[in-house]
């Protein structure tokens, strides 16, 4: 079944302990992404990856770190979590990257990650 | 850079109509996108729309858009208890540096029996 999965699904955590919030797809995707949603704001992008070893910074980028060292995976890193990244994190995937033609006509998302930091 | 423009809440009646609307400001944008998030999912591809186009329909799903004053609306007819949700507009912003979609914050539809 081809899906994205992320894990945890919740976590609570305390200021400043370093976690990971990985992020799996089995569709050979390219593209892989990284959203938060927060009540109020939408969905706003954090980092994405074109390709593997290729990351850049979303909107959103401070205090999270990426990486894409294979081609299914792309965990998001928090260094030293705060409070203020409470939020609803969702890892995407696609299948398109070129410049044109529609980006997500096969997006799949994950389930969500609901992350609180106390 | 892009921005995206939703209206937060709206609610109907079984069976009703729904027209959820959106405006966005990066008139480069060559797809536009409408997404359906159902209670403690992920998010799910309704549909897209190509700048070119001025309508789409898809089932009891029909798309507007008017790309002169950038507005785009998604009509859902036929209104279900199913349907409720969150649903983003989302455009998509591609330069040398790599593709985004910009997401608005989300309409929450209310479907009442």
């Known amino acids: 079944e081809a899906q994205v999965t992320q894990n945890p699904r919740y976590l609570i955590t305390v200021t400043g302990k370093k976690l990971t919030v990985t992020c799996s797809q089995n569709m050979n995707h390219e593209y892989m992404s990284w959203y938060r949603q927060d009540p109020g704001l939408g969905l706003r992008q954090i980092y994405y990856?074109?390709?593997?070893?290729?990351?850049d910074k979303g909107d959103v980028p401070e205090g999270y770190k990426v990486s894409r060292k294979e081609k299914r995976n792309f965990p998001l890193i928090l260094e030293s979590p705060s409070p203020n990244q409470t939020s609803l994190y969702f890892c995407?995937?696609?299948?398109?990257?070129?410049?044109?033609?529609?980006?997500?006509?096969?997006?799949?998302f994950g389930q969500g990650t609901r992350l609180t930091v106390v | 850079g892009e921005d995206v423009e939703q209206s937060l809440f709206l609610s109907v009646r079984e069976g009703d109509s729904s027209v959820i609307n959106c405006t966005y400001t990066?008139?480069?944008?060559?797809?536009l996108y409408w997404y359906k998030q159902e209670p403690g999912a992920g998010l799910q591809l309704l549909t897209y729309i190509f700048s070119n186009m001025d309508m789409k329909q898809d089932q009891r799903l029909t798309v507007l858009l008017n790309k002169k004053d950038k507005h785009l609306s998604l009509r859902i007819a036929d209104t279900q208890t199913g349907d409720s949700a969150i649903y983003f507009c989302a455009g998509q912003r591609s330069n040398q540096a790599g593709t985004a979609l910009i997401f608005g914050k989300g309409t929450t539809l209310s479907v009442s029996s």
């Open positions: 995407a995937s696609s299948l398109k990257t070129q410049l044109q033609g529609p980006l997500n006509t096969e997006a799949f």
């Open positions: 990856s074109m390709n593997v070893e290729v990351t």
């Open positions: 990066d008139s480069s944008s060559t797809y």
